[in-house]
């Protein structure tokens, strides 16, 4: 797989709605305003998934007036700071938090660089969702260690254990839900002044894809604009009356579990009511905002689920 042998298999641009596969970003794109880094200081960056694939990360830049090829993007390989992430819920419904992080640099392409292990498990097999102990392929469950195992999304554990509580099996395509927080870290900035792309690529391991993510930063001797302070957010509104049926319990803590065991293909998702349902058959009747309904003709069940979200974002730390 791809995360094995970390930046040496090609990619393609990944392109949004409205242009055509194969089609350059950086060729049809409107630019952007970029964001500001300071020269020799750290930056954070962030990605969060939808598609729960394994494997490792890393971050490299290219000159924005270079072309933007692999090897630029090889010869710029960006360090990380410290040994741990920092998990950020999107919606700020629960404060950030650090997690170890694991790193690696030895026998990675360019020489000496640093790629780090998606730090959120899925399930102990090849499949990475379905595992049975009985199963034979890639839905056959590998061995475990007891503290692996960490809900009822992957009954046979998970490919390693969980770094925070409810964090493996609980999200992504694979595994059901879609990430509600992301995961930060923190990079060196180089010294040279000047306008780059800052390119994230992701090596996966369940599959043999290589995914990427590009945005626009600009290195800078002068410190970024302080970012003027957050607005009091107004006065949280009464609780929405239950709707009849099973429909998810809008504006939950998106973090609750709602009854268990549960399987991933019957609960109500999305980013503010993650596996919540008013009852046990987990058949929906209303889904909440973001939420698209589907019926399952293999489940008999309705179910919600958010639209597929993938993104890296790079933000500025003063």
């Not at 890393?58 to 007036?65: G, M, Q, S």
């Not at 469950?141 to 493996?168: L, R």
């Amino acid at each position: 797989s791809g995360y094995k042998t970390a930046g040496t298999g090609p990619y393609a641009p990944e392109m949004p709605d409205g242009f055509s596969a194969w089609q350059q970003g950086s060729k049809v794109l409107p630019a952007t305003e970029p964001t500001i880094w300071k020269a020799g200081g750290t930056a954070e960056v962030s990605w969060s998934i939808s598609a729960q694939h394994g494997g490792g990360y890393a971050y490299r830049l290219c000159p924005k007036d270079s072309e933007l090829t692999e090897e630029c993007f090889q010869a710029n390989p960006l360090d990380f700071v410290g040994n741990t992430h920092t998990i950020r819920y999107n919606d700020g419904s629960a404060s950030s938090f650090p997690i170890n992080a694991t790193s690696l640099s030895t026998g990675t392409i360019p020489t000496g660089s640093t790629w780090r292990r998606n730090p959120i498990p899925g399930c102990n097999c090849d499949n990475s969702a379905g595992c049975s102990i009985t199963g034979t392929g890639s839905s056959k469950a590998y061995a475990y260690k007891p503290e692996a195992i960490s809900s009822g999304v992957c009954p046979t554990g998970t490919m390693f254990p969980a770094p925070f509580k409810n964090a493996a099996g609980l999200v992504g395509y694979l595994t059901g839900n879609p990430l509600h927080y992301s995961i930060v870290d923190e990079i060196k900035v180089p010294s040279k002044e000047g306008d780059y792309v800052l390119q994230w690529r992701w090596d996966c391991e369940e599959t043999n894809q290589v995914w990427n993510s590009c945005s626009d930063v600009r290195v800078s001797s002068t410190s970024p604009p302080t970012p003027p302070p957050s607005p009091t957010p107004p006065s949280p509104s009464p609780p929405s009356p239950t709707p009849s049926g099973y429909g998810c319990k809008k504006g939950e803590n998106p973090t609750c579990k709602g009854v268990t065991p549960f399987t991933a293909e019957k609960y109500c998702s999305t980013y503010g009511c993650s596996q919540c349902h008013d009852d046990t058959s987990y058949d929906c009747d209303v889904c909440c905002d973001a939420c698209e309904r589907y019926f399952s003709d293999a489940k008999q069940v309705n179910y919600c689920t958010a639209p597929k979200v993938m993104s890296a974002a790079a933000t500025t730390v003063a």
